[in-house]
């Protein structure tokens, strides 16, 4: 989740006061248009995925609800939030500063805050998700059911839209949630991947000591259960470390950023574009389900097939 807030009429003041340089106009009309361009990616990437995950059937249906609900907050990044970072970074260019763009800038903040405020969220819960299945092993289905899912998604969406239009209410609050939020969820993921990691090799050992003393496996279908698992976790877990590395940037910009404000257009620059690597984890994710679930993969090319076939 992150803090969008260009800090309205100040920035643009420090614009007007300071010499908007040559590199400084180049990198602003940079990003407004590669976010242009990634929120292109981002619509048609997640879409094409929405319509695999639907004619995926390998993975337990709460794993995949959760997988949608990811796809859709980064459909809708691209086809709402995106854009409207575009179009305040080019209000910034033109200095402009009239009472319509501030609406613009407050819009593209709660959209900001609610969208990737909720994908940190969802992601969070398919790492709780992956360990609950290693943990209740056959009460796993018991358990974690499609009506249980559709309602930790809809807390989840609560969240993030109230942590957004909290936003309009008071900024310094909306802010401090933003951040617990998104250290909450880290710690949550690190502690689920960390517990998974050493469970998995608690059983391993175990198993390899049963081996050695009855001479045989003890359970014949638990290697190909747990191989199968293992390569579930890791897709997941690949998802996870790329939201992150996106979002670290970011945070560490944010962190340092009251610290260096004399820097004026240049920590404005990098601020912007941290914020644009936030939105490039909305393009990116519909490469790495297609990379690391395989039957993603394959209706994802059906589906390209049957869209060519029909264009033809």
């Known amino acids: 989740m992150a803090n969008f807030s260009f800090q309205g009429a100040n920035y643009t ?48 249906p709460p794993t995949k609800l959760l997988f949608r609900c990811l796809a859709v907050t980064d459909l ?7 854009p409207l970072f575009a179009s305040a970074i080019i209000t910034r260019l033109e200095r402009i500063t009239n009472m319509n763009y501030r609406y613009l800038d407050e819009a593209f903040i709660v959209t900001g ?26 009460r796993y289905r018991h358990v974690v059911t499609l009506r249980r899912t559709r309602a930790v998604i809809a807390c989840l969406s609560v969240t993030g839209v109230s942590s957004g239009l909290t936003y309009l209410w008071n900024k310094s609050i909306s802010r401090i949630a933003v951040d617990i939020f998104g250290v909450m969820s880290l710690i949550t993921s690190i502690f689920c991947y960390a517990k998974i990691y050493l469970t998995l090799r608690q059983q391993q050992s175990r198993v390899r000591q049963e081996q050695v003393s009855q001479g045989e496996p003890s359970e014949g279908g638990a290697p190909l259960n747990i191989a199968r698992y293992k390569k579930t976790v890791s897709s997941i877990a690949w998802v996870q470390m790329l939201l992150v590395a996106c979002y670290i940037p970011y945070f560490i910009v944010s962190i340092f950023r009251l610290s260096i404000m ?43 097939c049957q869209v060519h076939c029909y264009c033809m």
């Open 13 to 60: 003041s420090e614009m007007n006061q300071t010499d908007t340089s040559t590199w400084l106009t180049g990198v602003l009309i940079f990003l407004s248009t590669l976010n242009i361009f990634l929120s292109i990616t981002a619509s048609l990437g997640n879409a094409l995925i929405l319509v695999a995950l639907r004619k995926e059937t390998s993975l337990h």
């Open 76 to 82: 809708l990044a691209g086809l709402i939030s995106q």
């Open 113 to 138: 805050f609610t969208l990737c405020g909720i994908s940190v969220l969802t992601s969070t819960a398919i790492s709780v998700d992956r360990l609950l299945a290693l943990l209740l092993r056959l």
């Open 262 to 304: 004399s820097n004026g257009g240049l920590i404005e620059a990098v601020y912007l574009a941290t914020v644009t690597q936030i939105y490039l984890n909305s393009s990116l994710n519909p490469i790495l389900y297609c990379w690391k679930i395989r039957e993603v993969r394959k209706a994802a090319k059906d589906t390209i």
